[in-house]
């Protein structure tokens, strides 16, 4: 990337100015992070800030690809159009968080080398959002689960320090406000619907509430940052729990799933669903690789 603005290049419409391919997620649009000021500011550690938008980055870049799964398999068209916009919304905040990753790392990776050529473990996504994506009552819950907890995560980073993080965060807060409107009211059309929907819905609770603990759980890494997830739980699980209440839906009792020799996604450790997933998200990339479009 040889703009002097790591953003300019984002921003760019029409043939790349460098030369490079841009594989992940096209051109030819206004970001509006351009010209934010990309120096860290003092007292953050540059690998600490990159660390973090790595793990941020790669949420939303995973679940993005686990919504457009839906095209062609939601319930109906409507819904794949929305479910498609929620995606891109998310691949918009990914491409941001993973380029704002490169650019700190020192690795000289833009955005398409972080998402096509890395391993499983090199990911820094939670588990919650690589889950296969079962029906569609399992889709309404994890959309729930993370962007109430994202939205709530955003608006207050969107004060942090890091000007470009802060943007970040100002901007995707908006846009999961959205998603966390969508989600909710398809629980409760879902949770008091009919019998069979009531059904699926305490089904796909108890599925996926567990994973949710992840999202309160601090990493080392935030903590250096100022950023406490655990801050989290109280203002989310309340939120939820007046949708749960709304959808005649009980708030599950199970434990948070348990890590791996105290580790989890942020540390690189997933389930099996992440491998098939990076498989298909990065497979024309690794097929014709240096390849221009």
Known sequence: MTDEHVYLSLAEAGPEPDGEARWAYGTGFADPLLG???APPAGIDPADLAAYCLMLGDDALVLSQRLIQWITRAPELE????LANLGLDLLGQARRLLTRAGQLDGSGRDEDRLAYWREDFDYRNVRLV????GD???CVVRLLLFATAR????????HHADPVLAAVAALGAKELAYHREYASSWTVRLGDGTEQSHRRMLA???????????????HEVELRLGVDPSELRAPVLAALERVLAEATLPVPETAGRAYVDGRAG???VHTEALGPLLAELQVVARAHPGATW
Not at 130 to 133: A, P
Not at 151 to 158: G, I, M
Not at 204 to 218: D, I, Q, S
């Open 266 to 268: 942020r540390h690189g």
């Open 130 to 133: 690589e889950l296969e994506n």
């Open 136 to 138: 569609f009552a399992q």
């Open 204 to 218: 796909a609770l108890e599925v996926l509430w567990p994973w949710l603990e992840e999202l309160f759980t601090p």
């Open 151 to 158: 939205e709530e995560l955003y608006r207050r980073l969107a």
């Open 79 to 82: 819904e794949e159009v929305a």
């Open 36 to 38: 934010v000021d990309a």
